[in-house]
């Protein structure tokens, strides 16, 4: 199904315009399609259909409904049983206008319990997305809702993050990106030092054009590069099979609203000739917010200091004091610099730590803190061993200490909520909270993040060592890990993460670190990027054979890894020498009759096969089998599919009858598990009569 959206769509009170609607959205999935009859005749429980290439049908009931009763219920299961009886269905898709229920949906479980095919509801929530996701569908059935100017829809899966409720000033700054856009300007690119405001500035812009109806809004922030930017943010629906693919169809989608849409990319710092060439090739309206001074045929908006007045507003602001003495505020903000991230921190230390304002400034002059000459020289070193005096200010803990320690090696995009509680909070809940009060982390409506400029000073006297960091490694080596029903995709938004922590403990000698790497190298190779996929994978492999030695498991697992890659980039005998090496260990280690070991010999006979050594390919498919009929069982899937396979070498060899004997076991297996009317099933024999179609002639 479609990822979750942000705007909620009117539902049609017609039902002939909700079934309009439906066949649409199935139609995106099969162009086929079609509406079944008209209102008063005999449609024998369906409302649209689309025939398969097997025979059967694929159906579709549409349900308008505002409520639910038992009497809807009783309807929904006589239509189910009334189309049984008249089609040979594939698969019964009900489409309602309710929200999601766990009443139907417990309903629609049983009911599968007495069909043969499946059964899936479609709830609104699910109609909304298809519609929303798809710009077409949503001009023609909601023309209204595309032309409002107060309902402007948001097309990526996050929204950017409001503002700081201290937000001040900036009305020139805002006024001129308005003025670029609005005389289609196309790019603009927000230059400015680190902790100057940008991003606030480019929040305060989305949230206003959301506000006045901009039609389509994306925010994004960049993240290694535009591929791994954009996969997965994008609120379009897709089958994500190929990452490479994927990254087309999203730039393919974002250049279908072209004039209608806003896209903010925040914190591209670095920009690589293919990134250029991708925001080249957008065709929409891009503010992008970077520390990059010009960017090549883009205009360029270049951000300063916040004024001393303003400066002074915002200290007051989150102070909550308007009866400052604004000689001794002032004095403050020219210690700051006039740099918004520092004005807020010494606020936030003062309210903290229940400092007066007089008692912050004799602080600051006790220490000798003043920014305003170290910036002029721009003196990196001056400037983090003067903004690291605020430590003691702020009354930081060593239980704080420490977690700011860590997440001064990540980098400066937003850790979400959930992954902040997994890795930070089991002990102690508030923690986050806490240092966001105090001005060292930012939490926004997503998670919390720590700014670079930040993240710098807390590295310049209290650098990370890996023993502190050794539980997150192993946290993040874990994340990176899917099960079987998870996409990749899921874990790109801590693709980074993970490797800006690699990056930081780069050198280090240990097998958590290795497994980290080898992970994020297993993520490069679902994302098609094979060659910094075997780089990743190669690291990996050094420091594992120097840790546990070149007879260990864990050791097994990177040259199975490497050997797959090499396996997809068509290179067959560097693939086989790298299996070799992993057999070895796995049959020396566990055994020539373990699970892990069948795998490999399964891998190997395939590449046998594509390298046409057929004896050697049906021997390792032998060894396989043999393995998985004695811990499997003899009618698992995982034996149906070495069938198959062997079946195909079979087929090569031109031995036509033990290919025919071997497709006929799998086939058997599969009728067992799913039954003879399953579509796996059905798919699978359909597959079989045309492989072997070519036999009579």
Known sequence: ??????????????????????????????????????????????????????????VAQCKNYSSISAGKLNQIAADIKAADAEFNIEKFIIMTSLDRDTKIQDFISEQNESYEFPIKIWFWEDI???????????????????????????????????????????????????????????????????????????????????????????????????KHTFIGKFLISQKIENADESFEKTKEYINQLADNLLLFIDNMNELSEEDKAVIDSLACDIIITSRLKKISNIKTLSVGELSEEDCIKLYKDIIGRDSCDDEIVRQIVKKAACLTIVVELL???????????????????????????????????????????????????????????QFSIFPPQTLPFEYAEKWF???????????????WLIKSEAGFSMHHVISDVVKFENLPSYEECFGLVDMLGEELVLDVAEIFTTRLPILEFCEKVAGYFAGIEDNNIADLINNIGCTYIQLGEYDRALKLLGESLEIKEKVLGKEHTGTAVTYNNMAAVYDILGEYHRALEFYDKALEIQEKVLGKEHPDTATIYNNMALVFGILSEY??????????????EKVLGKEHPSI??????????????????????????????????????????????????KSFGFVCF
């Open 128 to 226: 909304q997305e298809e519609i929303i996701s798809n710009p077409d569908l949503l001009k023609k059935h909601y023309p209204d809702y595309c032309n409002s100017q107060t309902s402007p829809q948001i097309i990526t899966a996050d929204s950017a993050p409001h503002p700081s409720a201290h937000f001040i000033g900036r009305e020139p700054e805002l006024e001129n990106i308005r003025n670029y856009i609005a005389e289609n300007k196309n790019i603009v690119l927000v230059s400015g030092m680190g902790g100057i405001g940008k991003s606030e500035i480019c929040k305060k812009l989305f949230h206003e054009y959301k506000k006045q109806g901009t039609k389509y809004l994306g925010w994004v922030v960049f993240n290694n590069n535009l």
């Open 425 to 439: 909070e089991q002990e102690n809940p508030d923690i986050l909270n806490e240092l966001s009060n105090k001005g």
């Open 615 to 628: 004896d050697r390919a049906l021997e390792f498919y032998d060894k396989a089998l043999e393995i998985q």
């Open 347 to 405: 606020a936030k230390t003062a309210e903290s730590a229940n400092l007066t304002d007089e008692k912050l400034l004799q602080k600051l002059n006790d220490k000798g803190f003043n920014l305003s000459d170290i910036k002029k020289k721009v003196d990196k070193k001056l400037f983090n061993e003067h903004l690291s005096m605020l430590f003691d200010l702020s009354k930081i803990t060593d239980e704080e200490l420490l977690t700011l320690k």
């Open 1 to 58: 199904m479609p990822t979750r959206a942000h705007s909620k769509l009117p539902k049609t009170k017609s039902e002939g315009e909700f079934e309009n609607i439906c066949n649409d959205i199935l139609k995106i999935h099969e162009k086929s399609f079609t509406l079944y009859g008209r209102k008063g005749q005999n449609q024998h429980g369906i409302d649209a259909y689309c025939d398969t290439k097997n025979g059967k049908r694929i």
């Open 640 to 689: 149906a599919t070495t069938y198959d396979n062997m079946c195909i070498v079979y087929c090569s060899q031109g031995k036509y009858d033990l290919a025919l004997e071997f497709n006929n076991k799998a086939l058997s297996i599969y009728e067992k598990i799913l039954g003879k009317e399953h579509p796996d099933t059905l798919r699978f024999a359909d597959c079989v009569g």
